[in-house]
Every structure is written in structure tokens, then in C-alpha cells.
């Protein structure tokens, strides 16, 4: 939530800047800004996308080799000119950026405010400022020092970065439970949320840990503190990530190239971790912990949205294969109803920002109550991957398109060579089956291109429901998780109501929803519960609703039934989440795109869910 870009350096800031904003507006969008050093401290905000922040400019003094810039998802006040980042301090010599939720805030205005403040915006960001150089000029401390005793004052989580007008040679930049990224040049810097509008200037990077400020010196020094004063040495890594990975290489929206990307995503989360011909399945990131695993009473799945529709995947994968009782937590409700957590539980948490703020502190709870805590990340280094005992990443590549797609299969992937380890050592199925299995899920990625392949026959389905008000997705066994997350996809994207259910469920209560304008999208792939499904399918059927079924090559029964058709190629039953989702995303994409919506940026969301 939020984007964050700054720049110290002998260039222009501004180009840096604007671009740097792009590349991060998938973190929120509903308001832009920028401030820059050019003798004057200058300002300037603007409500609506990037986009209309770099019109309103055109004619605007841009000029600085020094600047701070945000796209805003809007937590305290809506999205207005006002609200937008940056925010002046009272004397207008110091700006900020920020990125989190000043939780007492209140209490600070308060103060603020019995001592003459007064507040331009509804963001907990001014207040913040306001208290910074109040500290600066009651105590009479250098900005840095200011900084750090107001950092002490604050509860909640915050990625700032400050410019001063009287030391354009310097920026301040501190996290804690937000992500910041400082990219270390030839005597410059840049500082970002992710690394994302680093990575065409420099691969050198620094992550700041929790609780640790930087000032970013023009000559190239780097002071590293955290809160409490005590000094730390800057770590500078390399970053691993491609320019062509995050842009649309011809693609309309990041999210079909994401979604198009998924045979190569399944193969690279797959990379180095499988090989059916030798029989080998391991996940190196989790070897230290495999015996927990394999003697663990319970599993505990915590996540959120899509990655919670992974992990309900996953339960149906490990109680299946690995004989393990397994519970799907919500993240948000798990860290507030006081759940019952064992030292023998192994808590497994999914996301794919690695920065969700409920995941995070479900963990936090969890690790208090000594569970093992393992990882399933795509973000390298990022507060879950570091927050965990182990972890897995999933090497999907970074998403960029808000709607998760990629990222979901890659998720569904771990989970499925996770469990069928713990199987397999576990001594609970056979050798033959697990080497079987080893070789169908190496055929996925060849399955999921096929699937891609029926791009134009769902297109041609899309054009049909366009008009649709409401959907209802039908899945049972594997399925059901599916279904679920088809009908997150419609919604998030294209703004029409969609419920996922348990195919069976429907007779007690939606069935009542059911009427000729109510599309009813079922996955009735062979196998399992076919039967079942069909009879489900009839039921609909009675009731005129239209038929969108997701079926397995070959099929006659639901073919007869159905209204339209989409076919997958035949796989084991527990990996046909991993086929069966890759046509429900191309459906909700070209719905949302016929409907004129921003499928990589729609309305009210973000990427990344870094607050409550
Ligand atoms: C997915 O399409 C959503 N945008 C959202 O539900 C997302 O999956 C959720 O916020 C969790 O994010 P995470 O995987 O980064 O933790």
C-alpha cells in the first residue's frame, strides 16, 4: 500500500522519480505526488493516478537533483489533492513521504495541537512531520537525532523518507512494517518500496531492517542507525531481478502477461526442487525443518485472499496425501480470536508481497507460542520470508498485476511438492505412486500452455456475460478452492458479484438466486466426484440458470448439459487446481476488459496490504 521513490544525485530527480512512480502505482493509486530541492523546497499533489500527476506538471519548475515522490492508496482521509504525499512541516523546510499507519496518531495530534499546530490534511503522515520538527526545534537536535526520538513516540508502521530545504545533500529515510529498498549508485541513491524502480539504475541494494534509519549522504556515505541509537553497517546485496520481468513485453495489461507467464512460472517455482527420472523432490529452504513437518500434529495455513484460496488447496494436499490434519486460518481473524496454538503445530504462511500486515502478525503470534513457522513467499526478502523459521520461495517472478494469478499457481505448486514430500518420507504412500506423481506434476507446465491455447474460445465466452450482474463458481474436492478463486478474479476485476461454493452447497440457499440471467461457472473436471457435480449441474439447469463449465478433454455428460464449454487436458485429481484456474483468470480478464475496467489497477485495491 502506497508507493515510495526518492532520489539523491547529480541527475535530474524528477524523470527518476515519475518513472519510479509507475513502476510502483500497482501499490495504490488514488493519489500522486512530488516534492524537490531547486533552492526553493517545491511541492506538488495531485488526486488521480500517476498519470494526471505528470500532466498537471508539464509546465511546473521540476528541476532538483534531490526528491521525494508517492502514490498513495488512502488510509486516513480519502484521496484528495490535500491528502496526497508529500506532506510540508509547519515551517514548509521539511517534507515527507510515507508509507504504513501512524496508529496513535491521535494522541500525537492532541499534543500537537494544544501546542499551536494546526493540520492542512486528515493523514496521520502530517502528524508525523509536525512532531518531527517540533522535536527538532524544542530540543534543538539535528534533524537525524528528531527523527529517531519521534520514531520512539509512534506505534505502527512506517516507511518514510524526509528532504530538508536547508540540506538538499541529505535524505532520512526509516522503516518499520513497511518495506524500503535503498539502491546504492555511484554517489547516488534511490529509495523505493520494492526494488522495482532500482533495478535500471543499480543492482546494489540495501534492505533496511525494523526499526533502522538512514541518512543517504551526496558524497556516498551511508550513517546507519537504528532507533535505540545504536550504530549498524549497511549490507549492501545484489539484486536479482529483470528490467523485461517487469514490464509488459507487448502484452495489453501486466496481468495477461502474468497470466501467459504461468507455464514458465510453474517450471521456474519447479526449478532445481524435482526430477521424476531420478526421484528426487526436495525443497532446500525447508530441509532443517522436514522432520517437524513430518511429525507435526497439526498445520495451521494462515493467509489472505488469494493466497488463503492456495492454502485451502494445501489443506485438501496434506490431509490426502500426507495423513496431517489441517486448518485454513484467515490471517485477520487468527491473530485477534486467541486460537489455540501448540509448540508441535507448524504454522505455514502464504503470501505473495511477503508484506501483508495480518499474515505478518499471525506469524508474530504463532512464533510466541513456539510453532515452527514456514514461509511460502514470492518476494525475496521480504518481512514474511524474514520473519519465518523456513521457507520456500516460489520464484513466480514479480506480479505486478493487483489481481494474483501466477503467484496463485506457484503458491498451489509448493504446496504440492511440500506435501507430497512429507508423504513420501513420512512413509505414507507408496514409492510407485510418488514417483507417478513426481511425473504428472512435471507435466503441468506443458498442460497450462494447452490451456492458454483456448485464449479465443474464452474470449468469445467473456463476450456473452458482459452485462451479467451476479455469478455463482461451483467446484467440489479440489475444486471448490478453485472456484472461489475465480469468483475473487471476476470480482476484483470487473466489479461483478461473484460467490464461490461447494458445489453441494448451493441447495441450501443460493440455489434460490438461480434464474436465466444467473451464469453459474462449474468446474466438473473427471474424477473425484464427477457424478455429483453433473447432478449439481442439473439442478441448475432446472432452474434455467447458463452453464459455463471448466470439463476435461473428452467429456460427454457435462458437454450435453452445459452452455458453453471449456476444455482442460486430463491430470491427477490433486493437481487439477493447477489447469483448472488458468481459464477462470482469461474469463474474469477479458470480462473485466470488455467492461472497460483497469484490470491492473481496479478500483479501491492494492498489490500489497501493508496495514489492517
Ligand atoms: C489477489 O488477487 C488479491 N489482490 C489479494 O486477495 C491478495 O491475494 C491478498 O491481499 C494477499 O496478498 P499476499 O499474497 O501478498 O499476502
Aim: proline share 3%; net charge neutral.
Amino acid at each position: 500500500m502506497c508507493g515510495i521513490v526518492a532520489y539523491l544525485g547529480d541527475k535530474q530527480a524528477y524523470p527518476i522519480l515519475i518513472k519510479g512512480l509507475q513502476r510502483l502505482e500497482y501499490r495504490g493509486y488514488d493519489s500522486a505526488g512530488v516534492a524537490l530541492i531547486d533552492d526553493e523546497l517545491l511541492l506538488y499533489k495531485k488526486q488521480g493516478k500517476v498519470a494526471d500527476l505528470e500532466e498537471y506538471l508539464k509546465d511546473k519548475n521540476v528541476k532538483g537533483n534531490i526528491g521525494i515522490a508517492h502514490t498513495r492508496w488512502a488510509t486516513h482521509g480519502e484521496p484528495s489533492d490535500i491528502n496526497a504525499h508529500p506532506h510540508f512541516s509547519r515551517s514548509k523546510k521539511l517534507a515527507i513521504i510515507h508509507n504504513g499507519i501512524i496508529e496513535n496518531y491521535c494522541t500525537l495530534k492532541k499534543e500537537l495541537f494544544k501546542r499551536g499546530y494546526t493540520f492542512q490534511s486528515e493523514t496521520d503522515t502530517e502528524v508525523l512531520i509536525h512532531l518531527i520538527e517540533d522535536i527538532q526545534i524544542n530540543e534543538n537536535v539535528e534533524l537525524l537525532e528528531a527523527v529517531r526520538i519521534a520514531l520512539n513516540q509512534v506505534v505502527g508502521a512506517y516507511a518514510i523518507v524526509i528532504i530538508a530545504k536547508d540540506n538538499p545533500n541529505q535524505l532520512i529515510v526509516a522503516r518499520k512494517g513497511s518495506p524500503l529498498v535503498i539502491g546504492v549508485g555511484e554517489k547516488e541513491f534511490f529509495v523505493a518500496s520494492d526494488a522495482t524502480p532500482i533495478v535500471e539504475h543499480t543492482t546494489n541494494v540495501v534492505y533496511l531492517n525494523e526499526e533502522e534509519i538512514a541518512v543517504l549522504n551526496r558524497n556516498g556515505d551511508i550513517k546507519l542507525i537504528n532507533i535505540k541509537n545504536q550504530k549498524k553497517t549497511p549490507y549492501i546485496e545484489k539484486l536479482e531481478l529483470n528490467l523485461h520481468e517487469i514490464e509488459k513485453d507487448g502484452y495489453a495489461h501486466f496481468m495477461l502477461k502474468e497470466i501467459h507467464e504461468q507455464p514458465r512460472s510453474i517450471r521456474d517455482t519447479m526449478r532445481g526442487r524435482i526430477n521424476s527420472s531420478r526421484n528426487i523432490l526436495s525443497l532446500g529452504g525447508i530441509t532443517d525443518y522436514e522432520r517437524r513437518l513430518i511429525n507435526a500434529k497439526r498445520i495451521i495455513i494462515v493467509a489472505c485472499g488469494t493466497s488463503w484460496h492456495a492454502g485451502l488447496v494445501g489443506e485438501y494436499l496434506f490431509e490426502d496425501l500426507a495423513r496431517i490434519p489441517v486448518e485454513v486460518e484467515y490471517a485477520s481473524e487468527f491473530r485477534y480470536r486467541n486460537p489455540i496454538i501448540n509448540e508441535d503445530d507448524v504454522v505455514i504462511a502464504i503470501s505473495q508481497s511477503g508484506e501483508t500486515a495480518d499474515t505478518l502478525a499471525a506469524i508474530e503470534l504463532a512464533k510466541s507460542k513456539g510453532a515452527t513457522i514456514i514461509g511460502i513467499c514470492n518476494v525475496v526478502g521480504s518481512s514474511i520470508a524474514r520473519a519465518t523459521h523456513a521457507g520456500s520461495y516460489t520464484h513466480a517472478g514479480p506480479e505486478i498485476g493487483v489481481a494474483s494469478t501466477k503467484a496463485f499457481t506457484a503458491q498451489v505448486t509448493i504446496l504440492t511438492m511440500m506435501a507430497l514430500m512429507i508423504s513420501f518420507k513420512k512413509g505414507v504412500i507408496t514409492k510407485s505412486k510418488y514417483h507417478q506423481l513426481l511425473g504428472e506434476i512435471e507435466l503441468i507446465p506443458e498442460k497450462v500452455e494447452k490451456v492458454l491455447k483456448t485464449e479465443n474460445k474464452i474470449k468469445g465466452i467473456a463476450e456473452e456475460f458482459i452485462n451479467s450482474r451476479n455469478f455463482l463458481y461451483l467446484g467440489r474436492g479440489y475444486n471448490f478452492p478453485v472456484a472461489l478463486e475465480g469468483a475473487l478474479k471476476l470480482k476484483e476485476i470487473s466489479y461483478i458479484h461473484a460467490e464461490g461454493y461447494p458445489a453441494a452447497e448451493m441447495k441450501h440457499g443460493p440455489i434460490a438466486l438461480i434464474d436465466a440471467e444467473m451464469p453459474v461457472v462449474v468446474v466438473a473436471t473427471k474424477k473425484g466426484i464427477y457424478e455429483k457435480v453433473i447432478s449439481n449441474i442439473m439442478e441448475v439447469k432446472a432452474r434455467k440458470g447458463k452453464i459455463i463449465a471448466v470439463v476435461t478433454e473428452g467429456d460427454v455428460a457435462v458437454k450435453a448439459l452445459a452452455d458453453y464449454i471449456i476444455e482442460i487436458p486430463e491430470t491427477e485429481e490433486l493437481l487439477v487446481p493447477l489447469v483448472a484456474t488458468i481459464p477462470l483468470q482469461l474469463l474474469s480478464y477479458y470480462i473485466a476488459v470488455m467492461r472497460g475496467c483497469d484490470v491492473d489497477k481496479p478500483r479501491n485495491l492494492a498489490k500489497s496490504v501493508t496495514v489492517e
